[in-house]
T-cell receptor
C-alpha cells in the first residue's frame, strides 16, 4: 500500500507478557518515528530512526522498551514485561527527511491494552 | 514539562461559522509549527504548517497565525464544515531536531 502500515491494529495482553508491534513505513522514507498516545495525553515521542544513523532513543520511557529497524525499512517496537501503564495507542510515522520540511505520515496505530 | 499546550480540550461550533483553535508553547527555540488532524481509529494527518519567520500561512479554509512574542499560535477554519470534526494537534519543532513535540489535542465538533 501507499501509506504507513501498522500491525496488529489491536493487541490485548496480560501484564508481564512481552509484545511486538510492527511498522511498515512508506517506501523510500528514510526517517521513521514511534509515538504513543495515552488516554487524555498528547503524542509522546518514543524513538527515531534516520537512515543508517544510530537511533534517537531519548523518548523511550524505560528499558523495557526497545525498537529496531531492519534494512532501513520495517521497524518493530518491543515492550517487555508489559505493565498496565503501557496501555496506549502506539503510532508509527515516516517521512522523507527533516520533519519540519517534509511532513510526517502516520499509520493508524496499534491500540495496546494491558490487563 | 509541557512544551506545547492546548488548554481547551474541546470546541463546538455551528456549520458555516469560524473555528479557532489555540496553542501555546514555551520553547522559544521552536522554529517551525505544524497542525495535524486526527479522525477516530486513524493516524494523524498533516494539515498546515508555519515557519517562525512568518506570522500567517493560509491554505484554503485553513489559516494559521503565529504570535512569537506571545508564544501563541492559532488555527482558523472558515467556514467550518461537519467533516472538520476531529481532534486537532498542534506541534512544534526546534531547528536541528528531528522530534516533533505535540500538544494534547483539541476535539472540534462542527454541528450541522
Amino acid at each position: 500500500g501507499a501509506g504507513v502500515s501498522q500491525s496488529p491494529s489491536n493487541k490485548v495482553t496480560e501484564k508481564g507478557k512481552d509484545v511486538e508491534l510492527r511498522c511498515d513505513p512508506i517506501s523510500g522514507h528514510t526517517a521513521l518515528y514511534w509515538y504513543r498516545q495515552s488516554l487524555g495525553q498528547g503524542l509522546e515521542f518514543l524513538i527515531y530512526f534516520q537512515g543508517n544513523s544510530a537511533p534517537d532513543k531519548s523518548g523511550l520511557p524505560s528499558d523495557r522498551f526497545s525498537a529496531e529497524r531492519t534494512g532501513g525499512s520495517v521497524s518493530t517496537l518491543t515492550i517487555q514485561r508489559t505493565q498496565q501503564e503501557d496501555s496506549a495507542v502506539y503510532l508509527c510515522a515516516s517521512s522523507l527527511g527533516l520533519v519540519g520540511l517534509e511532513k510526517l505520515f502516520f499509520g493508524s496505530g496499534t491500540q495496546l491494552s494491558v490487563l | 514539562d509541557q512544551q506545547v499546550k492546548q488548554n481547551s480540550p474541546s470546541l463546538s461550533v455551528q456549520e458555516g461559522r469560524i473555528s479557532i483553535l489555540n496553542c501555546d508553547y514555551t520553547n522559544s527555540m521552536f522554529d517551525y509549527f505544524l497542525w495535524y488532524k486526527k479522525y477516530p481509529a486513524e493516524g494523524p494527518t498533516f494539515l498546515i504548517s508555519i515557519s517562525s519567520i512568518k506570522d500567517k500561512n493560509e491554505d484554503g479554509r485553513f489559516t494559521v497565525f503565529l504570535n512569537k512574542s506571545a508564544k501563541h499560535l492559532s488555527l482558523h477554519i472558515v467556514p467550518s464544515q461537519p467533516g472538520d470534526s476531529a481532534v486537532y494537534f498542534c506541534a512544534g519543532i526546534q531547528g536541528g531536531s528531528e522530534k516533533l513535540v505535540f500538544g494534547k489535542g483539541m476535539k472540534l465538533t462542527v454541528n450541522p
